[in-house]
């Protein structure tokens, strides 16, 4: 069986979701991009001469149909990104239960439907890579942060679980910790007063998702974590 060229990005905006895209592009992977909203994908989907979907992840339905769809008609999957994710700073004190599992299911279950659909097709191919992207919530949550570390926290739960189970099987699982803001317009005010090392930027975060991929099974990676010089751990 001739080995997966094709890859999906879950959760894709104009920072780290859309560098992720390029990045497997750019190394020769038929790339497929998905998200909520599909209108806003197209410029990026011609610029990678990729393909783009619509997909609620937190849809059962909505992602056996986006991995059955990607697999027919842009090859099995051999990489998967699961970058998506929801929040809004809140006092836990004032946080509607309704919001908090929207959060929940954007931050955790989605990552759970995206990621148990591809593994079946890579472990029954006995190959593939499936990543996850978090945060410093995923270690720690801060006040004000309750939307956000408890679908974290759930979602590093996750990514262990299935490393333990898929390895081997020949899927490799990593968790991604991006500790620190990542560069973009909104930061500029914060880039200007510290300098551009301080903020992490895309195309590097990418960079190192991209290594993970094209680690030796020998010494795989289950845990990376990403974070300026500048930002205290």
């Known amino acids: 069986m001739p080995p997966s060229r094709s890859a999906l990005v879950v959760g894709v905006g104009p920072g780290l979701g859309a560098a992720l895209a390029r990045r497997f592009a750019r190394a020769g992977l038929r790339t497929a991009i998905a998200a909520r ?14 393909r783009a979907y619509g997909c609620d992840a937190t849809d059962e339905d909505q992602v056996t149909a986006l991995i059955e769809r990607v697999e027919a008609e842009i090859g099995a999957l051999a990489l998967v990104a699961y970058n998506a994710g929801a929040f809004l700073p809140k006092s836990v004190l004032d946080t509607p239960a309704a919001e908090f599992e929207r959060c929940w299911r954007v931050g955790c279950l989605g990552g759970f439907l995206i990621g148990r659909a591809a593994a079946r097709g890579m472990a029954a191919r006995g190959a593939g890579t499936i990543l996850f992207t978090g945060a410093t919530a995923s270690l720690r949550g801060g006040a004000g942060f309750v939307n956000l570390a408890v679908g974290k926290f759930g979602l590093r739960a996750l990514a262990q679980s299935m490393a333990r189970e898929l390895g081997p099987k020949g899927v490799h699982v990593a968790h991604v910790i991006v500790d620190g803001q990542i560069d973009s317009e909104r930061y500029a005010a914060l880039r200007a007063e510290r300098g551009p090392d301080a903020l992490l930027h895309p195309d590097a975060i990418a960079e190192s998702y991209w290594q993970l991929h094209l680690q030796p099974r020998s010494a795989w990676t289950q845990e990376l974590d990403l974070r ?4 205290k751990f």
């Not at 909203?37 to 001469?49: H, N, V």
């Open 228 to 231: 300026p010089w500048t930002e």
């Open 37 to 50: 909203s599909l209108s806003r994908l197209d410029d990026l989907a011609r610029e990678i001469d990729g």
